[in-house]
């Protein structure tokens, strides 16, 4: 993940949010929500990562992007503030995989995104399941890879933006 790949997905995504937002009130029948791409995380925040084990791409991402809030994207797409990560309420996944995991987004369904804390990749998909001492469980088949590292997931949300805009339907990540 460089630079220009977050600037293009900035521009794209802000571009759907252009055709989308205007008289959605009218074609949804409720007025949006605040959607938001954040610019670059501060330097506290990022300072807040240092003790973390978080990848590369995810750090890159926060020297760019602080968060992201689409509430009326489907059931809603987040991207998590760094604040939240560092909180690492959930440090694990056990079940249909295991690995040790950083939580990064979410849906506005309960369901919980997150890379490999080690290497970055996969993304995975966390369902609501059981979370005990930050160890989340599952052996629900919706818990599954669901992008090879954080640049699909992010072309996969990308993607999911512009379907809904443009079709007013949404997809599920």
């Known amino acids: 993940m460089d630079e220009a790949y977050i600037r293009r997905w900035r521009e794209d995504v802000a571009a759907c949010l252009d055709l ?13 929500g605040r959607h938001t791409i954040g610019g670059p995380a501060g330097e506290e925040e990022l300072a807040s990562l240092a003790g973390t084990r978080l990848p590369g791409d995810l750090l890159e991402w ?4 602080r968060e992201v809030s ?6 809603g797409y987040f991207l998590h503030e760094p604040g939240l990560v560092a909180r690492r309420e959930v440090t ?11 939580v990064f987004a979410s849906d506005g369904g309960g369901t919980l995104f997150a890379v490999d804390a080690l290497t970055g990749s996969p993304v995975y998909r966390l369902p609501a399941g059981e979370i005990v001492a930050g160890v989340y469980r599952s052996d629900d088949p ?4 669901v992008a090879e590292n954080l640049t699909g997931f992010l072309d996969r949300l990308r993607d999911t933006v512009e379907v809904f805009a443009t079709m007013g339907v949404a997809g599920s990540l």
Do not use: E, Q
Not at 62 to 65: D, Q, S, T
Not at 70 to 75: C, Q, T
């Open 20 to 32: 989308l937002l205007p008289g959605f009130d009218v074609r949804f029948g409720y007025p949006p």
């Open 62 to 65: 926060y020297g760019h992007v």
């Open 70 to 75: 689409l509430p009326d994207i489907g059931n």
């Open 142 to 145: 919706r818990f599954d890879v």
């Open 92 to 102: 694990a996944a056990r079940g249909r995989f295991t690995a040790d995991v950083v």
